[in-house]
């Protein structure tokens, strides 16, 4: 079981709020102080190692810019929501950002609630009302790249890519 | 049991006999397309083996000409992999280079019935050729290049069946705003276009409409191949194909019938593409700091026709900047030659070379604070063609060119009545 604080950010989030276009040619420290600069303010600074963000429907939607790596650099430990755009979902399982889809979850949680989440059951439980939900399971290829850090070492472990 | 156009390309490349709904495909890839920014320091990694060069294509487009020192970086990185493995494809800053979807769709790159990926979000509209062809992410693209494949989830597919013709002054842009404002997102669905009306529907008009599938945040958006689809690749390409139906008894989980001959102008309302839509008359009168056609969605020929055609001999309202930005620097000769550049020049208008530039806020057009724009492109997301406070109207090409003249929002009606 992994748990962490929430942050609850509602429907339709779009990779410009998580990325913005004018930081995509800067250096992945740089795009990941940019994070939520537009709709939340100060957020980067505020969020801590392991927190969990709270989506609604469609997070994500957007761009295939790297989005999910900045959540994952800005100490993200874990996402979920109603529903995620499927291509963040990719980008997701290649940054090794553990994200899941969860139905209800956006009702269930006030902000800076503890979220319980249980890989080995799909459950998530808030620690503060005792709400149990069921999390979708990820199909099991995908979650081993998830939870094995992406698909960078992947391919550096097949010879296709230079190690980092 | 039937399948879908896009889950029977998944199983044809695949190998399987049937791939369904909820499972995950692991298929061949046709072809791999790179970017400018496929080659981000950030993002990729010295590759050590491609898996077939002749399946690749590299399209430098996000900024061109470079407009940064880290810009110019990705070309030299990208035309040195392409050196490096004897990849032919290589749209460099020059005479074949433009917004990748427009130089797939203009080389015939796209082959029916197969799959095709590429690192930019608006891959879908490659849809338009009958492929199943998505936007990925970067680490995909290493992965697709270096072992020739991809994985998907399977999703339900939406299928679309059109009925009549769109009246003079009504664009695909429309048709896809009235789609977005009725029928909203599409999460992990596949969208199929088809029905009697589509064949009426141009190439390039398919391809707006396609494009537009990452708005829906669709999985993949294809549509039904055709005698003008057969003969548009068969003058791009001599690589045999094999165009995909849907089975008669295909499983969708909806089907819509619209009757496009009812549509109308309408416009999309700041910071959001789905759920926006209004007609013109609505926003009509809206003060405008500048007014862009352009992107993969709204750069081809007959857009720049459009625009030319409700500008011609007249003028772009002062305080007003007009940016028009060509989807090639192919369609930009043809317009030069067919006269489109010289009326918008004439006009008013400022023509870019061909780069995704202001729809990406990246350069050639990037909006500053409190600034009020009215787009032809594919996104109106805050912040997403500069300051987050300016506000983003997003319409077809005739409204963006009606509004650029009037300083306001503005409909066409006028000028194809």
Redesign the interface.
């Known amino acids: 079981m992994i748990s962490g604080k929430t942050w609850c950010f509602g429907d339709?989030i779009?990779t410009?709020?998580i990325l913005?276009?004018?930081y995509?040619?800067?250096?992945?420290e740089e795009?990941a102080r940019a994070v939520f600069?537009?709709?939340r303010p100060g957020w980067v600074d505020q969020v801590a190692p392991g927190d969990a963000v709270i989506g609604g429907?469609?997070f994500g939607?957007?761009?295939?810019?790297?989005a999910?790596r900045s959540l994952r650099l800005c100490g993200v430990g874990f996402l979920l929501a109603e529903?995620i755009?499927?291509?963040f979902?990719?980008?997701s399982v290649?940054?090794g950002l553990l994200a899941c889809e969860c139905p209800g979850v956006a009702a269930a949680f006030a902000e800076g609630d503890v979220a319980e989440l249980s890989i080995a059951d799909w459950r998530v439980r808030n620690a503060r009302t005792g709400a149990m939900l069921a999390v979708t399971p990820v199909?099991s290829?995908?979650l081993a790249i998830m939870q094995g850090g992406?698909?960078?070492p992947l391919?550096?472990a097949k010879?296709?890519?230079?190690s980092? | 049991m039937g399948m879908t156009i896009t889950e029977k390309i998944l199983a044809r490349a695949s190998g399987a006999a049937l791939v369904v709904p909820g499972e995950v495909a692991v298929v061949e890839v046709d072809t791999a397309v790179l970017l400018d920014l496929s080659f981000l320091p950030e993002g990729w990694r010295e590759v050590l083996k491609v898996h077939d060069p002749s399946r690749i294509a590299i399209v430098f487009d996000h900024l061109v000409p470079a407009a940064t020192v880290q810009a110019a970086t990705c070309h030299k990185t990208g035309r040195e992999f392409a050196a490096k493995f004897g990849i032919e494809r290589l749209h460099d800053v020059g005479p074949d280079q433009g917004i990748s979807h427009a130089v797939i769709a203009e080389h015939g790159y796209a082959v029916p019935g197969t799959v095709l990926v590429n690192a930019d979000s608006h891959t879908c509209g490659a849809g338009a050729f009958n492929c199943a062809a998505r936007g990925v992410g970067g680490p995909d693209m290493l992965w697709a290049v270096t072992t020739g494949s991809a994985w998907f989830r399977v999703g339900e597919t939406v299928r679309y069946d059109f009925t009549g013709a769109l009246r003079p002054g009504v664009t695909a842009k429309d048709l896809f705003l009235y789609i977005a404002g009725k029928y909203g997102a599409h999460v992990n669905q596949n969208i199929e276009y088809g029905g009697p009306g589509m064949s009426g529907l141009s190439i390039n008009a398919r391809r707006t409409l396609a494009t537009m599938g990452a708005e829906f945040s669709a999985e993949f958006t294809i549509f039904e191949p055709d005698d003008v689809l057969v003969s548009y690749m068969r003058d791009r390409t001599t690589r045999p194909f094999e165009p995909v139906l849907p089975d008669p008894d295909a499983r969708y989980a909806d089907r819509r019938t619209i009757d496009l001959g009812a549509l109308e102008p309408l416009v999309a309302l700041p910071d959001a593409v789905v759920n926006q839509s209004v007609p013109v008359s609505e926003v009509a009168g809206t003060r405008i700091d500048q007014a862009f056609i352009g992107s993969c969605a709204n750069g081809t020929l007959d857009d720049l026709a459009l625009a030319a055609q409700v500008v011609r001999g007249r003028k772009v309202a002062r305080g007003t900047r007009f940016i028009v930005t060509p989807g090639t620097q192919s369609i930009f000769r043809a317009a030069l030659k067919a006269g489109y550049i010289e009326t918008l020049l004439e006009a008013g208008a400022v023509v870019t070379p061909a780069t995704c530039g202001a729809c990406i806020g990246g350069h050639m057009g990037v909006l500053g604070p409190d600034e009020v724009c009215i787009t032809a492109s594919t996104r109106n997301f805050k912040g997403r063609m500069g300051d987050p406070s300016a506000r983003i109207y997003m319409a077809s090409p005739a409204t963006v060119a009606a509004s650029a003249l009037a300083g306001r929002i503005a409909g066409a009606e006028e000028v194809f009545a």
């Open positions: 339709n779009n410009d709020l913005p276009g004018p995509l040619y800067r250096t992945q795009q600069q537009a709709n429907f469609n939607m957007g761009s295939s810019r790297p999910a529903t755009n499927g291509l979902f990719r980008n290649n940054y199909p290829q995908l992406g698909i960078y391919m550096a010879g296709l890519i230079a980092a």
